[in-house]
Structures are given as structure tokens and as C-alpha cells.
């Protein structure tokens, strides 16, 4: 007897359309890491009117063929990349990397001072801090800062690294943050400043938050109070000021400390439109059917972060249309996806950052979470089943923060439609302390009020939010990638 198909057995991969609703020639399918699937293509059909003196229906017209449905996935770091940049339809802005796919090529020897490249040193320059991870020796992987750099070489002080001749694949170089030469970086009243830093070249952008401070004593500033998250408002050639500063931040001279200042790759909300075709194969059928949804731009996105649980994210998307066969897209191929460990929302959140503070007490926080909407349509037209096109719509991101009820700050931000902040970090406390930075720059509270549920009970509070255009950084939302992050 054939086996049934099982869920467990149903494998989802997508690849961008470089035309909407043509799947590209020779695939190269990303494989999802997935918790559910509505996908579906929708046959939309019509009964014919016609009149019969036997009071019988003459037919059922296929008239269109409608593709769209919901992918659910727990939180990951690195898997939420390509979800993120096509639900907020800009580019991620990302920090200087090189990544080995084949042995000993894109990155070649290291030495104790150098590390080869086929292409895109001058990219790190003097004064970054740069991450290696992957490497056949274990002690090289690690974070120092770069002395000078050329096209083929990057170059690190003496001693940093141990000879390895062959670089293994997956090995990877990757800009992180960076820092002065001792007493260089300097704290003003509103950011930093530099001597022989250009910012400039460093790849940062208003609106990014940066973490200030490394691990040690010697990479942070005297005043404890320095050492946190900020987010910065602009930057030229020697200085850095900052719209969110850490609690207590102060003027500090930075005397014989070599500052460490950490970053990430940054997103913010666009108008970039993509669409990818969807390839879902049923692996316990003989022969395998593929099915293909073609067309499919995400709509929507949702992240929720419940009290005690996984961290998840479901996207919805409007496609175009589909077909199932038994034979696969000629020349596709497989690409696995990230593996970084799925993210919890008690150990694995850096912060809730509301009005550019931690929420701590006694509003603690039991849930969040926010939904972008593109409110995109369907174009269908004359002479094609399937939408010819999807339009695009107003970026609108709404969500929720309930709260215990503690006292009435937030409650008197609902009821005086004050402009406020929220941001949301989810990460890992453990190897390299990746992040996932949410940050809505402007939003004001327009719903919630105290609930008293019943004798026994916490008095809880549901404050819906909108984000708006943050009137000086342009933009409504921002995601930032952080691949480390100091102890």
C-alpha cells in the first residue's frame, strides 16, 4: 500500500523572480525552515447563467487562478534575512564580508599578521573590528581590529593569528564594529569623537544602533554608565552623535582605553517590490509532486513574542499562480538553510526598549508584537488566468504590548497620543551573541485600557501602537543584524 503523505515529509523552498511570475532558469530553491504552510493556488470559477428548460446547470467556468496563503516560522538568526527585506521592500545596507565556498580560494593563507583574499580586502578598513569564524584553527577565530588593508590582503597587528595554509569551506571574515588606538575615542555630551577615525568609512547610517564597549576593561569607557546600546542621529568624518543615548551617559575622555564600538547590517523600509517563486514537494508520493506557486510577493509579516515561548514570525503572501507536476524545474538546485538555533523569548531577549529605555518594572512586559502590512492587490487582466501583476500599497506596521499594569506611564501615553519609541532585541547569550535589532523610531499609542478580569488576577494592559515616519531619520522601521556581540 502507498504511503499516505505526512507533513513531516513536505519540504518548502523559495527563489527570487528576477521577471514577477516566471520562476528563473536553473533554480536555486533556499530551503525554509517552516512551522506550517497555507500556500495554495486557487482555481476561481463561475457558474454559467445560461437558462435550460430542464432546470439543470450547464457548466463551471474557470475564469482565473488565484495563488497566495501563509508560511508560520520560529524566529532564527540569519533564516528571517530574506523574509524581512522583501516585507519591508528595502535593502539591507551590509558590513564589509567574505565567506569561503570553495577551499583555500576566496579566502587563501593566513599568517600571524595577514589574511589573503581573491577579492574585497580594501573593503575592511583601518580601525574595524573584524570577526573570524570558521577557520580550521581554533584560536583564530576570533575578534581583532584591522592596521591597513589592500584589494587581496587584510592586515591585523602582530602575532593575532596562527599559520593556517588551507581555509576550509565556510570560513568567513566579517567586519563587526570598530575601534580607536588608546585614548583616541573620546565620549562628548551627545556621542563620539575621533582623531584618526573617519566614520565616514566605517558604513554607518542614521538611525543604526551600535553597542559601545567590548568585554574588557581596556575597550570600555571609565564611566560604567557609557557602556550600552545607542542609536545614532549622524554622523561625519570625527564625530558621531547619537537621538538615544544609554541611562547615565556622560562626557568621558577615554584616557588609555581603546574603545570598542560594536555594528551591525542595517534595513530600513522601502519601496523595492520582490516577487519569488515557491517550489513545495511532497516527498512520500512515487514520483515526488512538485508544486509551484509563481508571483509571490509577501504582504504581510508578523513577529510575536508571548511570555515563556519561542520567538515566531508567519508572512503572508498574494501570488500570481501555480501548478503541481511530477517533474522538477529543469536545472534546479538546492541551497540548505542557516542553522543558527531558534530563539526563545526569556533567555534569548536582549531588550524591549520603550521611549529609548528598557521596560523592566513594574510594567514588565508578557507579550509583543507588530505586523508590517503592504496592503498589496491583485492585477488581473483580460486574457490571463493568473494576476498579471501585484500593486503595491501603504507601508503600515501596527502592533501590541501588553503590560502589567504597574503604574500609569503607558497608560497616560495612550490617553495623550504622546510621540514615543518602542524597539524590540532578540538574541543569543551564548558563541557569538548574534542579535535581531526591531526598531520603531516614532509610534504613538492610539488603544488600551486597564483590564480587571476577575478576583485572583493581575490587572493587565493591551496597548495597541502604530509606527509612523520618524519626522528626522525618514524612514518607519529599521532592523539591525548583529553577527557579534561583546560578553
Known amino acids: 500500500?502507498?504511503?499516505?503523505?505526512?507533513?513531516?515529509?513536505?519540504?518548502?523552498?523559495?527563489?527570487?523572480?528576477?521577471?514577477?511570475?516566471?520562476?528563473?532558469?536553473?533554480?536555486?530553491?533556499?530551503?525554509?525552515?517552516?512551522?506550517?504552510?497555507?500556500?495554495?493556488?486557487?482555481?476561481?470559477?463561475?457558474?454559467?447563467?445560461?437558462?435550460?428548460?430542464?432546470?439543470?446547470?450547464?457548466?463551471?467556468?474557470?475564469?482565473?487562478?488565484?495563488?497566495g496563503g501563509d508560511v508560520g516560522h520560529e524566529v532564527s538568526f540569519n533564516a528571517v534575512d530574506d523574509d524581512l527585506e522583501e516585507a519591508m521592500q528595502g535593502t539591507w545596507s551590509s558590513n564589509p564580508s567574505i565567506t569561503v565556498v570553495t577551499a583555500d580560494t576566496e579566502i587563501g593563507d593566513v599568517s600571524a599578521t595577514t589574511i589573503t583574499v581573491a577579492a574585497g580586502g580594501a573593503a575592511f578598513v583601518a580601525g574595524m573590528l573584524a570577526l573570524t569564524s570558521g577557520f580550521g584553527t581554533s584560536g583564530n577565530n576570533k575578534v581583532a581590529r584591522v592596521v591597513s588593508s589592500t584589494a587581496t590582503t587584510v592586515v591585523f597587528a602582530a602575532a593575532t593569528y596562527t599559520v593556517e595554509a588551507v581555509v576550509p569551506?565556510?570560513?568567513?571574515?566579517?567586519?563587526?564594529?570598530?575601534?580607536?588606538?588608546?585614548?583616541?575615542?573620546?565620549?562628548?555630551?551627545?556621542?563620539?569623537?575621533?582623531?584618526?577615525?573617519?566614520?565616514?568609512?566605517?558604513?554607518?547610517?542614521?538611525?543604526?544602533?551600535?553597542?559601545?564597549?567590548?568585554?574588557?576593561?581596556g575597550s570600555q569607557f571609565a564611566t560604567a554608565a557609557n557602556s550600552g546600546w545607542a542609536r545614532i542621529a549622524t554622523v561625519a568624518a570625527n564625530a558621531i552623535t547619537f537621538g538615544v543615548l544609554p541611562a547615565g551617559w556622560t562626557t568621558d575622555a577615554g584616557t588609555g582605553k581603546t574603545i570598542e564600538v560594536y555594528t551591525g547590517d542595517f534595513l530600513v523600509n522601502g519601496s523595492t517590490k520582490r516577487s519569488s517563486t515557491f517550489e513545495r514537494q511532497y516527498l512520500d508520493h512515487a514520483p515526488v509532486t512538485y508544486e509551484y506557486l509563481t508571483g509571490m510577493v509577501a504582504d504581510q509579516l508578523t513577529v510575536t513574542a508571548q511570555a515563556q515561548a519561542i520567538a515566531t514570525y508567519t508572512v503572508?503572501?498574494?501570488?500570481?499562480?501555480?501548478?503541481?507536476?511530477?517533474?522538477?524545474?529543469?536545472?534546479?538546485?538546492?541551497?540548505?538553510?542557516?542553522?543558527?538555533?531558534?530563539?526563545?523569548?526569556?533567555?534569548?531577549?536582549?531588550r524591549i526598549g520603550f521611549g529609548g529605555a528598557a521596560i523592566t518594572g513594574p510594567n514588565y512586559v508578557t507579550s509583543a508584537a507588530f505586523t508590517i502590512n503592504n496592503n498589496l492587490r491583485r492585477q488581473n487582466a483580460v486574457g490571463s488566468l493568473a494576476a498579471v501583476g501585484v500593486g503595491n500599497g501603504e507601508f503600515s506596521v501596527t502592533g501590541t504590548l501588553e503590560t502589567y499594569f504597574g503604574d500609569a506611564s503607558v497608560l497616560g501615553k495612550i490617553l495623550d497620543n504622546s510621540l514615543t519609541s518602542y524597539d524590540l532585541r532578540l538574541g543569543r547569550a551564548d558563541g557569538n551573541r548574534e542579535q535581531i535589532v526591531f526598531d520603531f523610531p516614532s509610534i504613538k499609542l492610539g488603544s488600551g485600557s486597564p483590564a480587571v478580569s476577575g478576583k485572583n488576577a493581575d490587572v493587565m494592559l493591551s496597548a495597541g501602537f502604530t509606527a509612523i515616519m520618524d519626522a528626522t531619520l525618514g524612514y518607519t522601521m529599521s532592523a539591525g543584524r548583529f553577527w557579534y556581540l561583546p560578553n
Open 316 to 350: 503572508q503572501y498574494v501570488g500570481a499562480g501555480g501548478q503541481a507536476v511530477t517533474t522538477r524545474a529543469a536545472g534546479a538546485t538546492d541551497v540548505v538553510a542557516p542553522t543558527k538555533a531558534v530563539l526563545n523569548t526569556s533567555s534569548n531577549v536582549g
Open 169 to 217: 569551506v565556510g570560513a568567513a571574515l566579517r567586519a563587526v564594529g570598530f575601534a580607536g588606538v588608546a585614548g583616541d575615542i573620546v565620549a562628548t555630551a551627545s556621542g563620539v569623537t575621533s582623531t584618526t577615525l573617519n566614520f565616514t568609512t566605517l558604513g554607518l547610517s542614521p538611525g543604526e544602533w551600535v553597542r559601545i564597549g567590548g568585554a574588557t576593561v
Open 1 to 67: 500500500m502507498a504511503d499516505l503523505q505526512s507533513t513531516n515529509r513536505v519540504k518548502l523552498s523559495k527563489v527570487r523572480e528576477a521577471t514577477f511570475g516566471l520562476t528563473p532558469a536553473s533554480p536555486a530553491f533556499k530551503t525554509q525552515r517552516q512551522t506550517s504552510s497555507s500556500l495554495a493556488f486557487n482555481p476561481q470559477t463561475t457558474t454559467s447563467s445560461e437558462i435550460r428548460s430542464d432546470r439543470q446547470v450547464t457548466d463551471l467556468i474557470l475564469v482565473g487562478m488565484q495563488a
